[in-house]
């Protein structure tokens, strides 16, 4: 068992407990004494805006009609897009701007990169440098955006992503930004893009801990594993005993106890 308990990090404004991504979530979680840092979701509109939401579409979180549910994020303006209220909040779906103001300096923000509304991607770790070059191309447009908007603040920012190509345009504007690949399911390919990109932390999923050694690997190359999505007191108290260092959390509740 850790001596210290790991780090909590609020899952788009831990999403059980509010209206994920949104303005609301973000207060309500940087209110609260235990959240260390907030995880968010970053997309580009049709219009080039940088919102913050985690889905390709509407369909699951809004109450936007068929018609506008159904298309692809990143074929809408933020225009269309802002009208619209999440779960059943007066919510709306907010830009990265306005989420990262109502985030205090003092919080650390993990931004997630998301589709950037590009064709050809590639999920995971691209082969050969040639396709890494391809891919950092596809992603440079949106992560030039959100780069610009994102490190204009005072907050210690994270950014995370599925996409190697994502990972590598986030370290071709900016090197001295921090990543951290999320892992699906496989350890190698987590420790890899890790290496490749000197990144600060991995993010596997909980499971994923519980079944390999890939906390030992990670902290052998001083990088910090903050594991995905805990959701009870339970299994924030066994990735705790695995050595993780964060909790990407649902709620604030997976603290008691820990230690």
């Known amino acids: 068992m850790r001596s210290t308990s790991p780090q909590v990090i609020a899952h788009r404004g831990y999403a059980a407990d509010n209206p994920e991504n949104t303005i609301a979530a973000m207060r309500a979680a940087a209110n609260d004494d235990r959240t260390d840092a907030i995880e968010i979701d970053a997309r580009l509109t049709a219009d080039d805006r940088v919102i913050v939401f985690h889905d390709d579409d509407l369909s699951r979180l809004t109450d936007a009609p068929p018609a506008v549910s159904d298309t ?12 619209y209220t999440v779960a059943d909040s ?7 701007t306005e989420v990262l103001a109502a985030i205090p300096a003092s919080t650390s923000v993990n931004l997630e990169l998301k589709h950037p509304g590009r064709d050809g991607l590639q999920f995971g770790a691209v082969d050969g440098d040639a396709a890494r070059e391809r891919a950092t191309d596809r992603w440079r447009p949106f992560v030039d955006r959100a780069l610009d908007i994102a490190t204009a603040t005072d907050h210690d920012l994270l950014v995370s992503s599925f996409y190697e190509g994502a990972l590598a345009a986030t370290h071709a504007v900016d090197p001295a930004v921090s990543v951290a690949p999320l892992v699906a399911d496989d350890v190698e390919t987590g420790v890899a893009l890790a290496d490749r990109y000197d990144a600060a932390a991995i993010h596997p999923p909980l499971d994923l801990v519980v079944e390999s050694n890939l906390v030992a690997r990670a902290h052998d190359a001083d990088r910090r594993v903050n594991a995905w999505t805990v959701t ?14 964060g909790l990407i959390a649902d709620t604030p509740g997976v603290i008691p106890g820990l230690v």
């Open 72 to 83: 692809p994020i990143w074929e809408l303006s933020d225009d269309e897009i802002s009208g």
């Open 90 to 96: 007066d919510e709306s779906i907010p830009l990265l």
């Open 232 to 245: 009870t007191a339970e299994e924030g108290r066994t990735l705790a005993a695995a050595g993780v260092d």
